[in-house]
C-alpha cells in the first residue's frame, strides 16, 4: 500500500513526479496484460533505479514498490546498505541487471535477490562460491536466483551468452552450489524490431524449460517495448525511464 505525499519542497516535488509516473506505467502494463489475454499478477514491474540516488529507492518503497534494479556494483552496494535500516520490517529484493565482473561476485552475494545477466561459466563458478561462503557466514538466507543472459543476434559483446552454449550454461546453474536456474533474460539487438526479437527470446525459453521447467522467469521488455515482451511472455519488465526520467548521471 502507499503513504501519503507530504506537499511542499523539492522532495515532496519529486516523490510526486515519480508517483504520477509510477502510476502510469502501472496502468500501461496493466493494459499489456489484458490485451495480451494475461492477468497482470503474471507480470512483474521492477523498477530500475540504476545511477538513481537512494532518495527515489525510498519513494518507491513508500509507494509500494519492494522490488529495485541495479547495473553497476560500485554503485548498488552503498545504496543498498544507505537504505537497510529503511526497510528492517519489510526488505526489498535487489536484483542485479547489468554485467557483472567475476571480482564483484562476493560484493553482489551479499545483497542481491537475483541477478539476470549471467552468461558464462566462470561467471557461475564465481558466483557459487561467493554465494555459499555468504550462506555459510550467515550473510544471506537463501540461494542466489540465477537468469541466463542470451545473445539474440551473436553479438556477444553487448552481453550475454551464445544460443548454441545456453544449455550448458544452464546445466552448468543447475549444477551449482548456492545458485537456483530461475529463467532467461535478453535484450534486443540494437535497431531490431522488438516483436521479432522478443517472439525468438520466447522460442528459446520454451526449449529451456523443456530440460529445465524450474526455469520460468523471463525477463524482458523495458521502456520503449515492454508491450511486445508482454504479448511473448515476458514475466518482468525492467523500466527505468518511464519512472523516474532520464539518467541524472553519465555511466563510466
Given at each position: ?83 537497510a535500516e529503511d526497510f528492517l520490517a519489510d526488505p526489498p529484493r535487489w536484483h542485479m541487471i547489468g554485467h557483472l565482473q567475476r571480482n ?77 536456474l530461475a529463467g532467461l533474460m535478453a535484450v534486443p539487438p540494437l535497431d531490431a524490431e522488438p516483436e521479432a526479437a522478443f517472439a525468438d ?42 519512472i523516474l526520467g532520464a539518467r541524472p548521471i553519465t555511466s563510466q
Amino acid at each position: 500500500m502507499s503513504e501519503p505525499i507530504e506537499d511542499g519542497g523539492p522532495v515532496a516535488d519529486r516523490a510526486i513526479e515519480i508517483e504520477t509516473a509510477l502510476t502510469t506505467v502501472r496502468e500501461r502494463l496493466r493494459r499489456a496484460c489484458v490485451d495480451a489475454g494475461r492477468t497482470p499478477a503474471e507480470v512483474a514491474l521492477l523498477p530500475v533505479t540504476k545511477f538513481f540516488p537512494a532518495s527515489d529507492v525510498r519513494i518507491l518503497y513508500r509507494l509500494g514498490c519492494r522490488d529495485f534494479g541495479e547495473s553497476r556494483e560500485q554503485d548498488a552496494s552503498p545504496k543498498v546498505a544507505d537504505t537497510a535500516e529503511d526497510f528492517l520490517a519489510d526488505p526489498p529484493r535487489w536484483h542485479m541487471i547489468g554485467h557483472l565482473q567475476r571480482n564483484k561476485a562476493k560484493s553482489v552475494a551479499a545483497w542481491a535477490h537475483s541477478i539476470h545477466s549471467v552468461d558464462s561459466a566462470r561467471l557461475v563458478a564465481a558466483l557459487s562460491k561467493a554465494t555459499t561462503s555468504a550462506l555459510d557466514e550467515g550473510a544471506r538466507r537463501s540461494e542466489l536466483d540465477v537468469l541466463l543472459q542470451v545473445s539474440l543476434d551473436g553479438d556477444v559483446h553487448r552481453g550475454g551468452v551464445e544460443r548454441d552454449e545456453l544449455h550448458e550454461l544452464a546445466e552448468a546453474v543447475s549444477n551449482a552450489a548456492g545458485l537456483r536456474l530461475a529463467g532467461l533474460m535478453a535484450v534486443p539487438p540494437l535497431d531490431a524490431e522488438p516483436e521479432a526479437a522478443f517472439a525468438d527470446l520466447e522460442n528459446l525459453h520454451h526449449r529451456l524449460l523443456l530440460d529445465h521447467p524450474e526455469a520460468l522467469e523471463l525477463s524482458a521488455g523495458m521502456t520503449g517495448d515492454l508491450e511486445a515482451a508482454v504479448r511473448h511472455g515476458s514475466t518482468c519488465v525492467r523500466v527505468g525511464t518511464a519512472i523516474l526520467g532520464a539518467r541524472p548521471i553519465t555511466s563510466q
